[in-house]
């Protein structure tokens, strides 16, 4: 069972950063998409970016401009840079490749004050 393991959550405040990361146990080198969702409490999970095998991505209009989905297939990673956080990106984030419907146990983002 491949297993996805995300990293690099955290508390933070208003305008703040962090990188997330996403750890898989097996190649993704050949995994054709992967992506990051997030969870705020008490709200449905919603797609947050995916980055594809040829390098493009696509981000939610909530976070373009401020967030940036990158992979490095040699280390088996996806990564999630977020800047000028704001409190309302407070979610557990995940990381999902859904050609297999693999998902992670989550991140905690907290941004407050």
């Known amino acids: 069972q491949v297993q996805l393991v995300e990293s690099g959550g955290g508390l933070v405040h208003p305008g703040g950063s962090l990188r997330l990361s996403c750890a898989a146990s097996?190649?993704?080198?050949?995994?054709?998409?992967m992506q990051w969702h997030r969870q705020a409490p008490g709200k449905q999970r919603e797609w947050v970016a995916s980055?594809?095998?040829?390098?493009?991505?696509v981000h939610a209009d909530s976070v373009k401009g401020r967030f940036t989905i990158s992979r490095d297939n040699a280390k088996n990673t996806v990564y999630l840079q977020m800047s000028s956080l704001k409190p309302e990106d407070t979610a557990v984030y995940f990381c999902n490749y859904p050609s297999r419907s693999y998902w992670g146990q989550g991140t905690q983002v907290t941004v407050s004050s």
């Open positions: 097996a190649s993704i080198s050949r995994w054709f998409l």
């Open positions: 980055v594809y095998n040829t390098g493009r991505t």
